[in-house]
């Protein structure tokens, strides 16, 4: 927490260290001054760090894949880790011991695709995907997956809108933005910091 400001963030391809964690790029980010950063506290029961590395895996390991461009706001969870072997098909969700192996089942990778915002305090539970530029309102646990550029808020999180017209996301998809180098990005700031998709398309034609 020392000499922490709101005004600086993590970037998490130079802090991130579980093999779990898949991070593309070099621009995305984790706000962490309120808090021990992004591994020790929105990233919880993902196997690989220094303690769990050491454990037997269950079965398969989900993993946390983080596109670039992906702002994640202060204090917001990510949970992983499957079921945590709660089991709610049997008569007892407490994890006895004895029965680990039967009970844990995973949940699939989670998955920040490029350009997406987590909303700060917002949880997001396991095997989620948040589309493409998609908005998670602060405060919101999100259960499902969320389409590219939608804005989504509550609990559950449901749509509250999209970004742009249906037309817009698809002819900004298929620009495949994040996909360009950074050079390129870099001499398209002034494109991508408007709602000008026409002078963008023409400058990509």
Same mark, same amino acid.
């Given at each position: 927490m020392q000499d922490k400001h709101w005004s600086r963030v993590e970037y998490l391809h130079l802090s991130v260290t579980n093999p779990n964690i898949l991070i593309k790029g070099q621009h995305s980010y984790y706000s962490d001054c309120w808090d021990r950063g992004f591994e020790q506290s929105v990233v919880r029961y993902l196997h690989g760090d220094k303690v769990s590395q050491e454990w037997e895996p269950l079965g398969h390991i989900d993993k946390l894949i983080?596109?670039? &461009? %992906? +702002?994640?706001?202060? @204090?917001?969870?990510?949970? !992983?880790?499957? /079921?945590?072997?709660? +089991?709610?098909?049997?008569?007892?969700? &407490?994890?006895? #011991? @004895? *029965?680990? /192996?039967? =009970?844990?089942?995973?949940?699939?990778? *989670? %998955?920040? /695709?490029?350009? +997406?915002?987590?909303?700060?305090? +917002?949880?997001? !539970?396991?095997?989620? #995907? #948040?589309? @493409?530029?998609? %908005?998670?309102?602060?405060?919101?646990?999100? =259960?499902?997956?969320?389409?590219?550029?939608?804005? #989504?808020g509550g609990n559950p999180a449901r749509l509250i809108k999209y970004r742009f017209p249906e037309e817009m996301v698809t002819r900004v998809l298929k620009l495949a933005i994040y996909e360009r180098s950074d050079e390129e990005l870099k001499r398209l700031i002034p494109l991508l910091s408007s709602a000008d998709i026409s002078a963008l398309e023409a400058e990509l034609a």
């Open positions: 983080i596109g670039d &461009y %992906v +702002c994640i706001g202060a @204090e917001s969870v990510i949970l !992983m880790g499957g /079921n945590h072997t709660h +089991c709610i098909d049997f008569i007892s969700l &407490y994890p006895f #011991v @004895e *029965t680990l /192996n039967t =009970t844990y089942q995973p949940r699939g990778d *989670t %998955v920040l /695709n490029d350009g +997406c915002w987590l909303g700060i305090r +917002c949880i997001l !539970m396991p095997g989620v #995907v #948040v589309g @493409e530029g998609a %908005v998670i309102a602060a405060g919101s646990v999100v =259960t499902k997956d969320v389409p590219p550029y939608a804005v #989504v």
